[in-house]
């Protein structure tokens, strides 16, 4: 019913920087909450950046001032701006989103994720 496309990983060098974007299709009312996440191998996943639907955001204390969330709620789209990569944020990172998929129900979904790897 909701499909999220995410693009802008690829390889950077380190001190390079990369945007990610997260777009979401289908039946679709609205957007509230969304989070961008990742996966470094052997780590649990983390939550780096997080925004409200009325543009609030918050930020791990590991990529604080070089992380940038933010979103375009006619295009359903959220974007990842990475700048001052360092290798350890080398990860897969994944959006989530809160969609409301109707009047009085939102369901969560997550993107399958784009690599980003930082080389030194």
């Known amino acids: 019913q909701v499909q999220l496309v995410e693009s802008g990983g690829g390889l950077v060098q380190a001190g390079g920087s990369l945007r990610l974007s997260c777009a979401a299709s289908g039946s679709i009312f609205s957007i509230n909450a969304v989070g961008w996440y990742r996966q470094a191998p052997g780590k649990q996943r983390e939550l780096v950046a997080a925004i409200t639907r009325g543009g609030s955001t918050n930020y791990a204390d590991s990529v604080k001032d070089r992380f940038t969330i933010s979103r375009d709620n006619a295009k359903n789209t959220v974007y990842l701006q990475i700048n001052s990569l360092k290798p350890e944020d080398t990860a897969v990172y994944y959006c989530?989103?809160?969609?409301?998929?109707?009047?009085?129900?939102?369901?969560?979904?997550w993107g399958k994720g784009t690599l980003v790897t930082v080389s030194s």
């Open positions: 989530n989103v809160a969609v409301v998929v109707d009047f009085n129900r939102a369901m969560n979904y």
